[in-house]
Structures are given as C-alpha cells and as structure tokens.
C-alpha cells in the first residue's frame, strides 16, 4: 500500500512562491508516474503537473504552464512542485498522486494512490 503525504502548503501573496513536496513509502512498487492535482473551493479535482519515473517527461495543465516546475527525486520517493509567479486563482487543495507501472511517461489522469492533500492559498 503506498502512502503519500503532501506538505509545503500555506499563505502567500499573488506574484509569490511556494514549494509543495510529496513523499512516498509503503514499500517497493517498482516504476511510477508521480503527479499533482488540485481542488480549489466549489470547483472539480483537475489536473496541474506530472512527472514520469525516469523524470525525463513532464506535462503541464495550460493554466500553470510557465510559473509551475514538477521535478522529483528518485532516491528520496518525493516529487516537487515549485509554484512561482502564484496568482488567486491557484488557490485549492494541492493533492500529489502516483500510478503505478508507469516508467516513460506522464500520464493527467488514472492515478492509483492519492494523498490527503495541502491547502495553498494565494491572496489578492
């Protein structure tokens, strides 16, 4: 059973940073895509970035293409999401997740794990 645990979350003014990490454990499960997603308040779950396992594909939802950067460290099982240039719009529940069996590419949906998520709130 894997585990993640999102954190790096809080306040920040528009035009500010912040840096979510998302760390994975439970065992050995061999190659996976890692990805993150985000809620903001009445809205549906969406798509932000994903990382392949070999770390050499990323994908990127339009509305973050340019401010947000996905990197992941292998060694460590953790996944990153550098948020620069954070407007109010990014407000939401940040949620990383992993799907398995995954070794080249950087898949936007069919995720197996998920975590409990890290609130990001950027103010006007």
């Known amino acids: 059973q894997v585990q993640l645990v999102e954190s790096g979350g809080g306040l920040v003014q528009a035009g500010g940073s912040l840096r979510l990490s998302c760390a994975a454990s439970?065992?050995?499960?061999?190659?996976?895509?890692m990805g993150w997603f985000r809620q903001g308040p009445g809205k549906e779950r969406e798509f932000v970035a994903a990382?392949?396992?070999?770390?050499?594909?990323?994908r990127y939802a339009d509305s973050v293409k340019g401010r947000f950067t996905i990197s992941r460290d292998g060694a460590k099982n953790t996944v990153y999401l550098q948020m620069n240039r954070l407007k109010p719009e990014d407000t939401a529940v940040y949620s990383c997740?992993?799907?398995?069996?995954?070794?080249?590419?950087?898949?936007?949906?069919?995720?197996?794990?998920w975590g409990q998520g890290t609130q990001v709130t950027v103010s006007s």
């Open positions: 439970g065992g050995t499960f061999g190659s996976y895509a």
């Open positions: 997740a992993v799907k398995l069996g995954i070794r080249y590419t950087a898949p936007d949906q069919g995720y197996d794990y």
């Open positions: 990382i392949s396992w070999s770390g050499g594909s990323t």
